[in-house]
Nanobody
Framework: QVQLVESGGGLVQAGGSLRLSCAASGRTFSNYAMGWFRQAPGKEREFVGAINWGGGTTYYTDSVKGRFTISRDNAKSTVFLQMNNLKPEDTAVYYC??????????????????WGKGTLVTVSS
């Protein structure tokens, strides 16, 4: 059974940084792409970014490009989301996700994903 556990959320001032982590278990981590999504209060969950199985390809939604970076450590079965220059509109619960394929497109276009329970990021102005 795939399990994803996020950590690293918290309260930060605008312009600050946070690094989220997601520890995965239950299958061979290095075979699969990973993604991050977020859900702001009163809004639908949205895609943030994804990374392919080896870490060589990443893909981001436009609103976070140049500010957020996804990386992974396959030896530790962990994926990271480094968030810099945070804005109040980045406030959301951030979710880690994993699918059935190795490419970033397997996250973006997936009908079904495995999800973590999320970690709350609050950016104050």
């Amino acid at each position: 059974q795939v399990q994803l556990v996020e950590s690293g959320g918290g309260l930060v001032q605008a312009g600050g940084s946070l690094r989220l982590s997601c520890a995965a278990s239950g299958r061979t981590f290095s075979n699969y792409a990973m993604g991050w999504f977020r859900q702001a209060p009163g809004k639908e969950r949205e895609f943030v970014g994804a990374i392919n199985w080896g870490g060589g390809t990443t893909y981001y939604t436009d609103s976070v490009k140049g500010r957020f970076t996804i990386s992974r450590d396959n030896a530790k079965s962990t994926v990271f989301l480094q968030m810099n220059n945070l804005k109040p509109e980045d406030t959301a619960v951030y979710y880690c996700a994993s699918g059935q394929g190795s490419a970033t497109t397997d996250i973006v276009g997936a009908r079904e994903l495995y999800w973590g329970k999320g970690t709350l990021v609050t950016v104050s102005s």
